[in-house]
């Protein structure tokens, strides 16, 4: 399934399910019974088919259940971001001149929201992440916010084959404004006030400018694009931000080297 139609809206009738793979997860979804259901497939089932209707499904399935009227029967997929703000690293620090810019890529694994008609109307029943990901604390021991770990590195240059599909790329200037070398090696970036976009099957976010103050990394302000970076400027948004679009934006410690541990621990 090639990426429009996969987030294109279909249609399932009653007692007919629909299976959904993205990366490490796979979704079962079922129209039966005036519900919605939707299951996480488990790994002895990574052969069943595609579709099908109730007596093709397997036993044993652990369902989300949501009500619906007789009628409903629209469903739609959509990418969105993690839930907590994400955090990132280049392969090695990178020091930023005075008065430098530097332009970064990093992939954010989408979450995979679930819409659905109910009593006649769509709605967000869940979002589930495509990838796990590991928690990290980003500031000080006293100071600080959780965060989701990437797997990927930042890069300077965008390399299609360095990011899976699933992963939503976001294009980052970041300024030196100071008069010292600043060192970056991790950014640490709030995802609410960014949209989801889809061009040449790859999914974008908002290009975003970041620089740092006269004072170093201590505040930065954080300037949203309405759209992805060129050449992608006319990408269709999937996925609205979950906060609405904002044009500016300021948040401390949004990248720097100096302040606190980046340290990855599970749920």
């Known amino acids: 399934m090639n990426s429009p139609q996969r987030w294109s809206t279909r249609t399932l009738n009653e007692g007919e399910w629909q299976r959904f793979d993205f990366a490490e997860l796979s979704l079962v979804i079922l129209n039966a019974w005036e519900e ?8 002895q089932y990574h052969d069943l088919q595609p579709f099908g209707t109730l007596e093709h499904l397997p036993a044993g399935l652990d369902w989300e259940r ?13 990418p969105t971001y993690p839930t907590l703000p994400v955090v990132a690293k280049p392969l090695s620090v990178l020091n930023i001149s005075p008065r430098g810019v530097a332009n970064f890529y990093i992939g954010i694994p989408a979450w995979i929201e679930v819409m659905a008609e109910c009593q006649g109307s769509m709605i967000a029943l869940k979002a589930y992440p495509a990838e796990p990901l590991s928690k990290t604390w980003h500031g000080t021991s006293l100071v600080g916010s959780v965060a989701y770990a990437l797997k990927t590195h930042a890069r300077r240059t965008f390399v299609a084959e360095h990011w899976p599909k699933h992963d939503i790329v976001c294009s980052i200037s ?4 100071g008069a010292e070398i600043l060192p970056f090696d991790r950014l640490y970036l709030e995802t609410d006030h960014l949209s989801v976009f889809e061009s040449g099957g790859r ?26 970076a060129k050449p992608n400027s006319e990408a269709v948004e999937l996925t609205p931000a979950r906060k609405g679009y904002v044009r500016s934006s300021s948040m401390k410690t949004a990248f720097s080297s100096l302040l606190g541990q980046f340290t990855t621990y599970d749920d």
């Not at 919605?36 to 790994?43: K, N």
């Not at 976010?205 to 004072?215: D, K, L, M």
């Open 36 to 43: 919605w259901r939707i299951a996480q497939l488990p790994e």
């Open 66 to 78: 949501w009500d619906n009227d007789p009628k409903d029967s629209k469903l739609m997929l959509r």
């Open 174 to 177: 970041l300024s030196n404004k």
């Open 203 to 228: 999914l974008w976010s908002n290009a975003a400018r970041i620089a740092s103050g006269e004072s170093g990394a201590q505040l930065s302000d954080i300037i949203y694009a309405a759209k992805p």
